[in-house]
Every structure is written in C-alpha cells, then in structure tokens.
C-alpha cells in the first residue's frame, strides 16, 4: 500500500542523506529537516527544509492508481534587515544549486529502495517564491508519486 507518509519519510532520508554531513568539521546545508510546512516567515536565522503532504487523489479512469503529491520547501538563510534594503539583490544562485543537488538524488534514487505500493515518483513543479525580503532564497518542490489506491476493496467471489 502506498501511502504519504511512507513517501514523505523516504523523501526525508533521501534529503538527509544529500545535504546533512556527520562530519563535524563540515556544516550541513539545513540546521534542521522538519516534518511538515515550514511558515513564511522561516529562514531568518538559517537554512531549513520541510516535507509536507498536499494531495492524495484516485485516479478516476482507473480507481486502482493513486496519486500523491507532496510539497519539498527549502528555505535558505535571508537576511533581514530593518527597514527593508529597496536596493537588495541577491544571486537566486545557491538556491538554484541546493534543486539541482535534490533534482540529481531524485533521479538516482528513483525504482530504488521504494514500497511495493508505490510505481514511481518525480518532480513535477519547482516554484521560487520570493522570502519575506523580496530576494529568491527559496523553493518549493512538488513530488508526484503514483502508486495502488489503499482505498479499493478487494473482493472474492
């Protein structure tokens, strides 16, 4: 059975193991990984991401498939200044690198390691929302997944 908890929670393991160093002379891209949707206002005093579930749709030509959306934010560092700098322009640059990493891990990771409920899963959409500056120091990652739908009931006659 696929479900979105289980795809949130490989979506997690796979961003810990892309950004997140064990190494203590090293930094981590994120000070933490969280477990659902980050507020706007986040990233004022460093990078976060946040893995939260949007949508769980049957599929109505064939009710046995199933497709989950999950949103991936990734909140970098802004910096915030009072009052607000009209003349700030910041590079989208590193934000741009921290998709392309995951991008990469998703299609390395893509058929490996996945629940015998689940077919496959790809990104599907990256928006660049601007944060609460104005600068693009963020995105949002939607992940479809498509997978059997927990919601039929199997009968035997």
Known sequence: MATVTELRGELIDLIEATFQTTDPDETSVFAAIHDGRLPRLMGDDAAYCGVSP???IPRMGQMNDQEITVLVQFYLKYEKTQPIDPKLVLSPADVEDVVEQFQQAVQEAIGSGSTSGRWYYNITQVQYPPDPVGQKTRAEVT????????AIIETTP
């Open 54 to 56: 949007e949508s769980q």
């Open 143 to 150: 992940i479809t997944a498509h997978g059997n739908n927990p």
